[in-house]
């Protein structure tokens, strides 16, 4: 395990519309200590490269080297926990750590600021590949429709609608995964599956699902909408583990095509599941099928009670809590579900000290600024 001797290159810039950028490279250390005067995480230990790993051309890896794996999740104050856990697994498995980039979205108006989430993440993993976004949340704040649960209008869910758009254009693949899960196996594996025959985006599909129940009446009873799927044949998947072609993406520019669905929906009610439906009725039935084994979803419950749920047959090389349940919340609580446990390995949170009350949380998250961070605006 290493310690805190390190040095941050922070460069903010505009990146494109959508966002604004935070980039933060490992480099040459020296003494900095805990930047805010506090430390909710431990450090997590230093993760190297196996025998056979992509060697770098540059001792300072930027976003457009070939030999990284991409990856992109969001970043925020309620979900952080479980965005350090993710991390931390992924981490531990992957047979090739120091070749992981990720790409960590964060909000316009979190309580924590991207510059101190930033800060978090580098004292807990100082050797991460990293650069933090600034969600512009205006982006999509008028396309925003209300859901069964409020969670679900958070603009960062949609976050991923955008990612074409927010990551440099040298980035033409990009796993997405939620904040909500950890990895049991290598992410090398999933960076490896092929997308065939064109396809944008390769996900678990559950065919066995009600696809129905995804759509209101509205929707199923206006034959002008509802034949988005004749020619195809549509199946379930869970848009927190997806496998993306950003290439294809840009091309197809498909998130103009998410977003008219989701200008229809502001109209006429087409839908009740926050960002989940627009993906559907632009890819279902023509996805890349991977195994279930990379999201057992669904550990956290329903969208409602949050009950506890066991693991679907087969093998597990993710586990994910989506649903209103989330582990680091129960354990807490000390109301676990069985499978939270199995979460509980990666979370590197310090409980002595927990945040308590929202006074707290404005002392952990304070506009301050560091010596040791530099800012360049070109706004």
Known sequence: MVGFRQYVAVLLVLSAPFCLGIRSIPSRSIDGGDFLGFDR????????NGRGCPVSANKITSSCDPSLVHVAMTLDSEYLRGSIAAVHSALKHASCPENIFFHFISAEFDSASPRVLTQLVRSTFPSLNFKVYIFREDTVINL???SIREALENPLNYARNYLGDI???????VIYIDSDLVLVDDIHKLWDITLTKSKIIGAPEYCHANF???FTDNFWSDPLLSRVFGSRKPCYFNT???VMDLVRWRKGNYRKRIENWMEIQRRKRIYDLGSLPPFLLVFAGNVEA???RWNQHGLGGDN???SCRSLHPGPVSL????GKGKPWVRLDNKQPCPLDYLWEPYDLFKHSNRIKDHHQSSVLFPPSSSSLIGFSSFL
Do not use: N, Q
């Open 41 to 48: 995480f431990t450090e997590a230990p230093d993760y190297r």
């Open 144 to 146: 925003i429709s209300s």
């Open 167 to 173: 990551l440099d254009p040298c980035v033409d693949r």
């Open 212 to 214: 129905t129940k995804y």
């Open 240 to 242: 927190g583990v997806m």
């Open 290 to 292: 991977i195994d279930h």
């Open 304 to 306: 409602v009670k949050g």
């Open 319 to 322: 586990l994910h809590w989506s």
